[in-house]
């Protein structure tokens, strides 16, 4: 069973940047290299919002709110994915999760981390 842990969230003023980053466990490199990557976001009240996206590809993906600001990148070696978030908005503040499906469709998720953005 494929595990996944975020880390690198916490708490920043506007127009600050952090860079989250995804461990990626018990999932063999072969079906990792082969599936998409993303990272998603929950706020209180809300549904769970894709925020950006890779495929195996390389083809990334990224929501209207946070295009030109975040970045998504892999290290397949390192099993980790990552998102830099640059420019953070007091609307950023979520939880932010971490997805991997794999070719044959499985979906492995992340327990989240905290990304507050406040003055």
């Known amino acids: 069973q494929g595990q996944l842990v975020e880390s690198g969230g916490g708490s920043v003023q506007p127009g600050g940047s952090l860079r989250l980053s995804c461990s990626v466990s018990?999932?063999?490199?072969?079906?990792?290299?082969?599936?998409?990557m993303g990272w998603y976001r929950q706020s209180p009240g809300k549904q769970r919002e894709l925020v950006a996206s890779?495929?195996?590809?390389?083809?990334?993906n990224y929501s209207d709110s946070v295009k030109g600001r975040f970045t998504i990148s892999r290290d397949y070696a390192k099993k980790m994915v990552y998102l830099q978030m640059d420019s953070l908005k007091p609307e950023d503040t979520a939880v932010y999760f971490c997805?991997?499906?794999?070719?044959?469709?499985?979906?492995?998720w992340g327990q989240g981390t905290q990304v507050t953005v406040s003055s």
């Open positions: 997805n991997v499906t794999t070719r044959r469709g499985y979906e492995y």
């Open positions: 018990r999932i063999i490199l072969s079906s990792l290299i082969s599936a998409d």
């Open positions: 890779i495929t195996s590809g390389s083809v990334t």
